[in-house]
């Protein structure tokens, strides 16, 4: 069973931190890793994903994958009110046609 | 910005009644995908959708559900006799590499 693993939270910090959200997986043939943001009763909204080791920036988010670990992180930089949310890791696998998400951590940033 | 939309919003039906969803994915996409979430769970993979033909599909996709894409936009999903757990949310998506998820279905089961 491939599975997605994140730690449910809630996950607090204060406004302007940096908020860190962690994910591993157990298919080591898994190639492509995502990160979608849910707002309560909302659908998952795309934020990043990676594909080689090491880290990709877009403005305050940080992807951080090392498939030797099979971990997967978020690093959302000046956390804002905003960001209060469910934060959702999802794997692709190239063998099969489907994403496989983890239950997701709960983000709350404090004005 | 393109978008995947959904219809209904919202639907609710008594249990053993058919229902579809629809969905209309970003139209240069050829990748179709239907998800579910139940309340307060994760969301989970039913199934996926290429060249008119399912790809892959999950326990949870049985003989009582069916995709299809009846013309050149929409894309459904039937669930023939629905049951009081296939009530949660149904979400579509669609890809050219990265997913892309519609606002989602709620459907309510009683």
């Known amino acids: 069973q491939k599975e997605v693993e994140q730690n449910s939270g809630p996950l607090s910090v204060p406004e302007g931190a940096i908020a860190s959200l962690n994910c591993t997986y157990s298919?080591?043939?898994?190639?492509?890793f995502f990160w979608y943001r849910q707002y309560s009763g909302k659908s998952p909204e795309l934020i990043m994903f990676?594909?080689?080791?090491g880290d990709k920036e877009d403005g305050r988010f940080t992807a951080q994958l090392n498939k030797a670990s099979q971990y997967v992180s978020l690093l959302i930089r000046d956390s804002q009110p905003s960001d209060s949310a469910t934060y959702l890791c999802a794997v692709w696998m190239d063998s099969s046609y489907k994403l496989i998400f983890g239950s997701g951590t709960r983000l709350l940033v404090r004005p | 910005e393109p978008e995947v939309t959904q219809t209904p919003s919202h639907q609710v039906t008594q249990m053993g009644q058919e229902v579809i969803l629809r969905c209309v994915p970003i139209s240069n996409h050829l990748y179709f995908y239907w998800y579910r979430q139940i309340l307060g769970q994760k969301v989970e993979f039913l199934v996926s959708?290429?060249?008119?033909?399912?790809?892959?599909k999950s326990e949870i996709f049985d003989d009582q559900f069916s995709v299809e894409r009846p013309d050149g936009s929409n894309f459904t999903l039937k669930i023939r006799s629905t049951k009081l757990e296939d009530s949660a949310m149904y979400f579509c998506?669609?890809?050219?590499?990265?997913?892309?998820f519609g606002p989602g279905t709620r459907l309510t089961v009683l």
């Open positions: 298919d080591r043939g898994s190639q492509s």
């Open positions: 990676i594909y080689s080791n």
């Open positions: 998506a669609s890809s050219e590499d990265t997913q892309y």
């Open positions: 959708f290429y060249n008119n033909e399912i790809s892959e």
